[in-house]
Each structure stands twice: as C-alpha cells, then as structure tokens.
C-alpha cells in the first residue's frame, strides 16, 4: 500500500514497484498531506479496506535550487 499526492502519481509509484517486485500489485490511494480533509478521507478508506497497519514509513522529498 503506497499513498501519493494524486492518482497518476500513486498509479506510476505502483507499477514501478510491482515491475521491481516480480509483478506483485502495489494497492493505492491518492491524498494531499496538505488538506486536512483528504487525509480523513484516507484515514477512512484505509480502515475500509484493512484491519490493521503494521508499519508505517513516512518518505517527503524537496528539490531546492
């Protein structure tokens, strides 16, 4: 399960990772960390379609110039 800042962002991440995976489907969802109410949403999505969170890692990047 990855969660990335829109759709086609979660979607490339995943494929990339099953092709790096041997295949395996990488499940997704799409939220902005910015806007509150996306991340309830996603709160909410995750605990419908799982019952548990084993672990957690938390990845920001920034490109500074």
Known sequence: MIVARTAAKAD????AIADLAGGT???W???DSA????MRDLAAEF???YSRLDVLVNNAGAILR
């Open 47 to 49: 605990g419908h379609r």
């Open 35 to 38: 806007v509150q109410q996306q």
């Open 12 to 15: 490339a991440a995943a494929k």
């Open 25 to 27: 489907p990488i499940d």
């Open 29 to 31: 969802l799409a939220a």
